[in-house]
DNA sequence: AGCTTTTTCGAACGCCCGTTCGAATCCATG
DNA sequence: CATGGATTCGAACGGGCGTTCGAAAAAGCT
């Protein structure tokens, strides 16, 4: 039975991760994370080092599986286009599906120090420019709006989903991703010719 | 001389409003406030009744400048779409000369509890009421993207300015502001007709 | 059963936090 | 110079923080 160590691990990570969105890193005690892990103060150190290792490995869990998802999703696209799409498409139903956690990695992205910080910079830098390369290759050497501002201005647009979404709203997680694509593609215009998807 | 009192306490607004920038509120200490400021640790407390004060009158001021500042910015506009284009520029050229209140007032905007707190999320329903109107007029009926969903995704897009952007790099803030008005309006798709601005 | 390893946890430590308070200092006036 | 309100601040308080540690308990193994 080695799994129990590795449930036990996960689900304090999970409690920590719902903490951490609700009351921020800083303001969360251990003793918060005690009550409600269910486990004692001390012995959640038997599976984590401190506190900054429990919001460092949520962070960099989550990244990394945005990240996977991410190339995956993106793979399967024909078109530019398309695979800026795809893109979006997969952040964002990702952010409504993992609000805690994403809520953690975005809103918390300063509370991390030293090398561990670096780490999930590295993470952040590497995901930056997987957007930025597809944002390139659509706009294809047109002078319009900048590569990078195009590219963090649709990073905000889906980030702040954690200030105001209610997946449990009238709005699915794929419907707004669908809205979110399109006004980054055409604007609030309405698109005289929307595209098959 | 009684203008030494309002000056010392704008003078320890000012240095808050940068630790809190950099630090973050929760983390930011009265000891950081007194060393930044110049002034004694209990010096300051004369100034100000304690640390979620401080926090709350820099919110306080910063989002009713703004509020204010939108409004008169918005008053010259000709066209729906033109209210729009100027309440982004506006929007985005002060975020951009007031990114140490701008990050404390879109970072902590959970850090506050009780009254205060309730007081600033007002002039949040203010703020959020004004572009969801314009949103909705140059809308005019026609479905595609959801008000709510455009309002937020451009509030995003414009916030997020504060973890990326610099002021003194190569883009001028009148330039970011533009282009984030093109970008909301017509999508990364290069404009056909670039109208004036 | 006994022995070893893994896992739990109560109790405590040292530190730093926000805040207070009374005394000291400043400074414009009579 | 004397007076009194405005302003400053050193020193301290009580409390909560993250973390540690050694012993107890549970689980695994032969």
């Known amino acids: 039975m080695k799994l129990k160590y590795d449930d036990r691990l996960d689900h304090l990570l999970q409690s920590a991760a719902s903490v951490f969105a609700t009351k921020g890193y800083h303001s969360t005690t251990m003793r918060d994370l005690s009550r409600e892990s269910g486990m004692s103060l001390s012995g959640m150190y038997y599976y984590v080092e401190g506190k900054d290792e429990l919001l460092f490995t949520i962070q960099e869990r989550c990244f990394s599986a945005v990240i996977t998802g991410a190339r995956s999703a993106v793979s399967l696209a024909l078109t530019p286009r ?28 300063e509370s991390l120090a030293g090398p561990r910080r670096e780490q999930i910079d590295d993470l952040k830098r590497e995901y930056v420019e997987m957007l930025l390369g597809m944002v390139r290759t659509v706009q294809d050497g047109s002078i319009g709006i900048n590569a990078h501002v195009a590219a963090y201005a649709l990073f905000g647009m889906m980030n702040w989903i954690y200030t105001w979404y ?32």
């Open 166 to 197: 209610d997946p449990e709203g009238p709005e699915t997680p794929d419907a707004l991703a669908n809205q979110l694509a399109q006004l980054f593609a055409y604007g609030i215009t309405p698109t005289p010719v929307t595209h098959g998807g």
């Open 82 to 109: 398309e695979r800026l799409e795809l893109f979006i498409r997969h952040h964002v139903t990702f952010f409504a599906s993992h609000m805690e956690e994403m809520k953690v990695l975005s809103h918390e992205a």
